[in-house]
């Protein structure tokens, strides 16, 4: 069991956030999406775990539009620091974060991923199917976290998403 604890992400942890995703990811593709989310306005919400050594995890959701609504949300990317992953600090985030984006009247949130990891939070292929996206299959998932959450339509992503 380790200790670690969230907040939200401050300006000044942007080059500690790269970091942190380039390790996890292995590459730079993910800080920089982050960077251009965060830039362009596109970010929802940014949360960190932290521990007495530093970042351990972040995550990041993003704006989502739903037939040109800004109703939708994203997750991704997140990661947790390499020698800690596995411990509980990912779950914690996603869970942390799912709340904080019903607190804020989100109904609706979006992820390709692990199709083994993300259904442990509620994400479900087949509640993303009915919605018309980059991306299709398996990874796809969404979960509603409202009654009255979009149960179809088309979904723009940030520019960011695009390379
Ligand atoms: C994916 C990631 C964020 C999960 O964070 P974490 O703190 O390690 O996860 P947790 O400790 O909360 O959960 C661990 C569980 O997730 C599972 N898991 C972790 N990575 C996984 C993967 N790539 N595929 C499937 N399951 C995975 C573990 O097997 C474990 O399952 P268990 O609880 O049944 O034993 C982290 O492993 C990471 O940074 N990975 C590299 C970057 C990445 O792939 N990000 C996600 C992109 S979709």
């Not at 411990?87 to 709340?99: H, K, P, V």
Request: aromatic share 10%; proline share 7%; hydrophobic share 40%.
């Amino acid at each position: 069991m380790i200790h670690f604890w969230t907040r939200l992400a401050k300006p000044e942890d942007r080059d500690s956030i790269s970091a942190l995703n380039d390790a996890a990811f292995g590459g730079l593709d993910e800080s920089r999406i982050i960077r251009q989310l965060q830039a362009d306005g596109d970010s929802l919400l940014s949360l960190v775990a932290e521990n007495d050594a530093g970042l351990a995890g972040h995550i990041e959701f993003f704006r989502i539009l739903i037939d040109g609504q800004p109703v939708g949300a994203g997750l991704g990317p997140m990661s947790a620091k390499p020698c800690l992953q596995k411990s509980g600090i990912g779950s914690y985030l996603i869970r942390t974060g799912l709340e904080e984006l019903e607190d804020l009247g989100e109904t609706i949130v979006f992820v390709l991923g692990h199709g083994t990891y993300y259904p442990k939070f509620g994400f479900e292929a087949e509640t993303a199917g009915p919605f018309k996206a980059p991306w299709s299959g398996p990874h796809f998932m969404a979960i509603r976290l409202a009654p009255g959450a979009p149960a179809s339509g088309a979904l723009t992503y940030p520019s960011s998403f695009s390379g």
